[in-house]
């Protein structure tokens, strides 16, 4: 939950790196809170349109914002600009390239973007 909130915490910060846990661990979280949203959507009968839920609507405009932000660090950790986002405009086949940098190591060290986040991070020492 902690790397969630850190990127709520740092909802317009575009520019730095983000690491693969970061981002992962705030798409699962939110994958989570989406899913209980809709469920609660349909046990209240809360409906904006047919299909939508107002909870999970809701929800969803306020992560819009956190969800880019973290999505442009993830790319500047891999050493790419966010205009590779672009990408998603292609269906199927830009999803699944934009998935790849996702699933990528970030670029060991500094980068253009900034220094490695895992470097900042304490380290746990052992004894």
């Not at 949203?37 to 107002?54: C, H, N, P, Q, T």
């Not at 609507?57 to 590779?84: C, E, K, M, N």
């Not at 990408?87 to 996702?102: C, E, M, R, S, T």
């Amino acid at each position: 939950m902690d790397w969630y909130l850190k990127v709520v915490r740092n909802y317009v910060g575009f520019g730095g790196r983000a690491r693969r846990k970061e981002y992962w661990m705030f798409i699962l979280v939110n994958l989570v809170l989406t899913g209980v949203l809709s469920v609660l959507d349909k046990i209240l009968g809360l409906r904006i349109a047919e299909d939508e839920g107002a909870l999970t609507t809701i929800y969803g405009v306020l992560i819009f914002l956190p969800y880019w932000a973290v999505q442009f660090r993830r790319l500047h950790d891999t050493d790419r600009s966010a205009w590779w986002l672009l990408l998603l405009l292609i269906p199927i086949v830009g999803w699944l390239v934009i998935l790849a940098f996702n699933c990528q190591n970030g670029t060991p060290d500094e980068n253009r973007f900034g220094s490695d986040p895992k470097l900042s991070e304490p380290r746990l020492v052992s004894e």
